[in-house]
């Protein structure tokens, strides 16, 4: 039978997102769920070293974070505009897609000025052109190096935080909202089961014997676009960029051939391997865009074993786990966790299932 979108709902209260992370990256909460026979565990996140051993491989996102919420001030009437990067279309005239608010006030030819907290202008952009009623590709104006436009943004963006998160980014963002492994610049969220990760918890299970790969994909505000069709065969997904190397495609091959587990770190992990499969059911090295969409039935070629966060109703992430852990089983592991007291979202507690 085919899922509904409607079946994903459930009473979210507020004060149940998360809206700072723990002091501890490694203190959050986890939730084990057993697929096989239903068992759910409450653990704190360190003890996920007790559920893997020597050969087992997780799969890391890599991408990292960068600070994509920009504010110009439009010439003549200065107005404030908030410019939020999603991607980089041409590098040598840097040209942008960007999302603006207020949309109504920018149109094609207009010129945006980006201030530093002195008052200097830093940057200038045109818009080039409109891509949706709040999309519009901007050419940024600056003639340095690569590597001092990517300082001037990091020195004038903002951390992306979700909508969710209902405050201004502030000091601690920068840090906690990128995963301690994060390499591949490109992200506008992050991959947010990563975040639990610390690096004593990385330390032992490398001693324990377990095995990392690494797969890029730069996630994009798409993923967490609403849906509003109740028949999810007819929702797209946005593009988003992604990478699989050859050597770590070996690693995964190396273990799933050697009967080990492989655990997929978040969704967008997940999304990576189930884009890159073989025709013989192995992970093969691939380079391009994906627009995957995993809802029920599917059937999952790479990982046997996935880590997440608690995501909220009705998105494509909730839906994503319940096609991998079944509808039934995760729908009460979410009552469960209701219950018990866990935290949702970005900031919030981990989930396990195996």
């Given at each position: 039978?085919?899922?509904?979108?409607?079946?994903?709902?459930?009473?979210?209260?507020?004060?149940?997102?998360a809206?700072?992370?723990?002091?501890?990256?490694?203190e959050?909460r986890l939730?084990?769920?057993?697929?096989?026979?239903g068992?759910?565990?409450?653990k704190?996140?360190?003890?996920?070293?007790?559920?893997?051993d020597?050969?087992d491989?997780?799969i890391?996102?890599?991408?990292?974070v960068?600070?994509?919420r920009?504010?110009g001030i439009?010439?003549?009437?200065?107005?404030?505009?908030e410019?939020?990067?999603?991607?980089?279309?041409?590098?040598?005239?840097?040209?942008?897609?960007?999302?603006?608010?207020?949309?109504?006030?920018?149109?094609?030819?207009?010129?945006?000025?980006?201030?530093?907290?002195h008052?200097?202008?830093?940057?200038?952009?045109?818009?080039?052109?409109?891509?949706?009623?709040?999309?519009?590709?901007?050419?940024?104006?600056?003639?340095?190096?690569?590597?001092?436009f990517?300082?001037?943004?990091?020195?004038l963006?903002?951390?992306?935080?979700p909508?969710?998160?209902?405050?201004?980014?502030?000091?601690?963002?920068?840090?906690r909202?990128?995963?301690?492994?994060?390499k591949?610049?490109?992200?506008?969220?992050?991959?947010?089961?990563?975040?639990?990760?610390?690096?004593?918890?990385?330390?032992?299970l490398?001693?324990?014997?377990?095995?990392?790969?690494?797969?890029?994909?730069?996630?994009g505000?798409?993923?967490?676009r609403?849906?509003?069709?109740?028949?999810?065969?007819?929702h797209?997904?946005?593009?988003?960029?992604?990478?699989?190397?050859?050597d770590?495609?070996?690693?995964?091959?190396?273990?799933?051939t050697s009967?080990k587990r492989?655990?997929?770190?978040?969704?967008?992990?997940?999304r990576?391997i189930?884009?890159?499969v073989?025709?013989t059911?192995l992970?093969?090295?691939?380079?391009?865009?994906?627009?995957?969409f995993?809802?029920?039935?599917?059937?999952?070629?790479?990982?046997?074993?996935?880590?997440t966060n608690?995501?909220?109703?009705?998105?494509?992430?909730?839906?994503?786990?319940?096609?991998?852990?079944?509808?039934?089983l995760?729908?009460?592991?979410?009552?469960?966790?209701?219950?018990?007291?866990?935290r949702?979202?970005?900031y919030g507690?981990?989930?396990l299932?195996?």
């Open positions: 039978m085919k899922a509904k979108l409607s079946q994903f709902n459930f009473d979210l209260p507020e004060d149940r997102i809206q700072y992370p723990l002091d501890q990256r490694d959050s939730m084990v769920v057993h697929r096989d026979s068992k759910i565990e409450h704190t996140f360190k003890d996920v070293i007790d559920y893997f020597d050969g491989v997780f890391f996102n890599n991408t990292a960068f600070p994509a920009m504010f439009k010439e003549k009437t200065e107005a404030k505009i410019v939020f990067l999603l991607r980089e279309l041409n590098k040598e005239n840097r040209l942008w897609d960007v999302l603006v608010d207020p949309a109504r006030k920018i149109r094609v030819g207009n010129k945006l000025y980006f201030k530093d907290k008052g200097e202008d830093r940057l200038v952009a045109e818009v080039v052109d409109n891509t949706t009623s709040r999309g519009r590709t901007i050419r940024f104006y600056f003639e340095g190096t690569d590597a001092e990517s300082g001037i943004l990091e020195e963006g903002q951390t992306p935080l909508k969710y998160i209902n405050r201004e980014p502030e000091a601690i963002d920068k840090e909202y990128q995963t301690i492994y994060a591949q610049a490109g992200a506008v969220a992050a991959p947010t089961a990563g975040l639990h990760f610390s690096k004593e918890v990385m330390k032992r490398e001693i324990k014997g377990v095995d990392f790969a690494d797969v890029t994909l730069h996630v505000l798409g993923t967490f609403s849906i509003d069709v109740e028949d999810l065969s007819k797209k997904m946005d593009a988003e960029y992604f990478q699989v190397t050859a770590n495609a070996s690693i995964v091959n190396n273990a799933k009967g492989v655990c997929a770190v978040g969704t967008t992990s997940m990576s189930e884009s890159a073989s025709a059911g992970l093969k090295p691939v380079e391009g865009w994906t627009n995957l995993l809802y029920p039935p599917h059937e999952f070629q790479i990982a046997d074993a996935m880590l608690f995501h909220v109703p009705k998105s494509s992430l909730l839906i994503m786990i319940a096609a991998y852990g079944g509808i039934e995760v729908m009460d592991a979410y009552s469960e966790a209701l219950k018990e007291g866990y949702f979202y970005s507690d981990a989930m299932l195996i």
